[in-house]
């Protein structure tokens, strides 16, 4: 197999808005800040750099996130939606890199061994240069792209969020269709976060019984 360098952006700027008054990468999960859980499993997948993307309520989440080997992107027009975000971060990035993977901070069942799923997948796929993690015809996240885009990304010509990826570089994307759920969940309503809550604790107690 292949082995590949990669550096990853985690977008943590959002408003939260679907999760009624509360910051969602501040509620706890397993123990700790969701955000916090978050960019604790990118930081241990090794890559290059990793970049948190700021915005609402930036300085609770840089807080959060104190003595991660992290560098932080105050985004200013977090407002304007991902994209802006997905824009920032990409920019930021210093380190150079093969891939660039772009995460959010709200998908709290990933670990680290997930994120490097993902970057095996992308040093074996047999085509393309951006993979988009996919379960039972659903599109997940993180999704990884060459890092020679990085110039369109951040201009805004490519936009690896976007729903509309697959359609528009059908030749350029590779879907990678995972044996789990956990690239298709994240947590923007109350509901899904007792959901998320109850299926980390599940994670834990099998990791305590092993132990």
């Known amino acids: 197999m292949n082995t590949i360098s990669f550096s990853a952006v985690v977008l943590a700027a959002g408003l939260s808005s679907r999760m009624e008054g509360r910051h969602k990468l501040l509620l706890p999960v397993g123990g700790e800040p969701a955000v916090r859980r978050v960019v604790r499993a990118v930081v241990a997948a ?43 971060g990409v920019s930021a990035l210093q380190a150079p890199c093969d891939a660039v993977m772009i995460c959010l901070a709200d998908q709290v069942l990933l670990c680290a061994t997930d994120y490097r799923e993902l970057v095996d997948a992308y040093a074996s796929m ?52 995972a044996t789990h759920d956990r690239f298709t969940l994240d947590m923007d309503t109350p509901d899904d976060y007792v959901r998320m809550v109850q299926r980390v604790d599940e994670i834990c107690a099998k990791q305590d019984a092993q132990a």
């Open 46 to 88: 090794q890559p290059r750099e990793v970049v948190v993307v700021t915005g609402f309520n930036g300085r609770a989440v840089f807080d959060a996130l104190d003595g991660l080997d992290v560098r932080f992107q105050s985004n200013t027009r977090y407002r304007e939606g991902q994209m802006t975000s997905v824009a920032a």
């Open 126 to 177: 047999p085509r393309g240069s951006i993979l988009v993690p996919a379960f039972n015809g659903m599109r997940g996240n993180p999704v990884l792209f060459a890092a020679s885009y990085a110039p369109e990304v951040v201009s805004g010509h490519v936009n690896p969020g976007c729903r509309k990826l697959i359609a528009e570089h059908g030749d350029e994307v590779f879907v990678y269709e």
